[in-house]
Nanobody, 114 residues
Framework: QVQLVESGGDLVQPGGSLRLSCVASGSIFSRYAMGWYRQAPGKERELVATITSGGSTNYADSVKGRFTISRDNAKNTVYLQMNSLKPEDTAVYYC????????WGQGTQVTVSS
């Protein structure tokens, strides 16, 4: 069983920045494929960014050039740096780990509004 705890969500003005963190349990974090997903009210959950155990990354077209996913295996943590935030980025952001099974965190709210 892998437990994931997200943090860093907040209310931010358009054009602002936030960094989300997700801490995972387990001693083999470096083997997990990690990802960030988001779900806005009334919409389906969608992929934001993923990072493999080897460090390869993938982004949704809507966030390319603005968001950066990274991982620190020594801290069992994956990050999502979000810059140039837009109102349409408003959503609950979820961390996901994949290692034989898929695990989800509880989510953290990001609200972009003036």
């Amino acid at each position: 069983q892998v437990q994931l705890v997200e943090s860093g969500g907040d209310l931010v003005q358009p054009g602002g920045s936030l960094r989300l963190s997700c801490v995972a349990s387990g001693s083999i974090f470096s083997r997990y494929a990690m990802g960030w997903y988001r779900q806005a009210p009334g919409k389906e959950r969608e992929l934001v960014a993923t990072i493999t155990s080897g460090g390869s990354t993938n982004y949704a077209d809507s966030v390319k050039g603005r968001f950066t996913i990274s991982r620190d295996n020594a801290k069992n943590t994956v990050y999502l740096q979000m810059n140039s935030l837009k109102p349409e980025d408003t959503a609950v952001y979820y961390c996901r780990a994949t290692w034989n099974f898929v695990y989800w965190g509880q989510g953290t709210q990001v609200t972009v509004s003036s």
